[in-house]
């Protein structure tokens, strides 16, 4: 099992800067992929930026060149840095991660994880 907590949300104006951190914990696995996805009020869950074991990243044209997803391997923790936020990031962030699990000789399999939410809130 997996736990993820997440810290870094709030209230900020137009054009501020808010930066989101998403910590993984538990036993026997890999980490393949961590990311983080919101839900606006009324809307569906969608993603935002997601980055691999290897550092390939994946932006949301939305919010390419304002937000950057990076990732800590040693703390199997993600961070989500927003700059120039606009009314419309506003919404419910989500950290995601899917985790490798191996069992000898040969089986393996993937578990897509979720946080509990943070909360932002973008003011015009």
């Known amino acids: 099992q997996v736990q993820l907590v997440e810290s870094g949300g709030g209230l900020v104006q137009a054009g501020g800067s808010l930066r989101l951190s998403c910590a993984a914990s538990?036993?026997?696995?890999?980490?393949?992929?961590m990311g983080w996805y919101r839900q606006p009020p009324g809307k569906q869950r969608e993603l935002v930026a997601t980055?691999?074991?290897?550092?390939?990243?994946n932006y949301a044209d939305s919010v390419k060149g304002r937000f950057t997803i990076s990732r800590d391997n040693a703390k199997n923790t993600v961070y989500l840095q927003m700059n120039s936020l606009k009314p419309d990031d506003t919404a419910v962030y989500y950290c995601?991660?899917?985790?490798?699990?191996?069992?000898?000789?040969?089986?393996?399999?993937?578990?897509?994880?979720w946080g509990q939410g943070t909360q932002v809130t973008v003011s015009s």
């Open positions: 538990g036993s026997s696995f890999s980490v393949n992929a």
């Open positions: 980055v691999t074991s290897g550092g390939s990243t």
């Open positions: 995601n991660l899917e985790a490798l699990y191996r069992a000898p000789p040969n089986t393996r399999w993937y578990t897509t994880y």
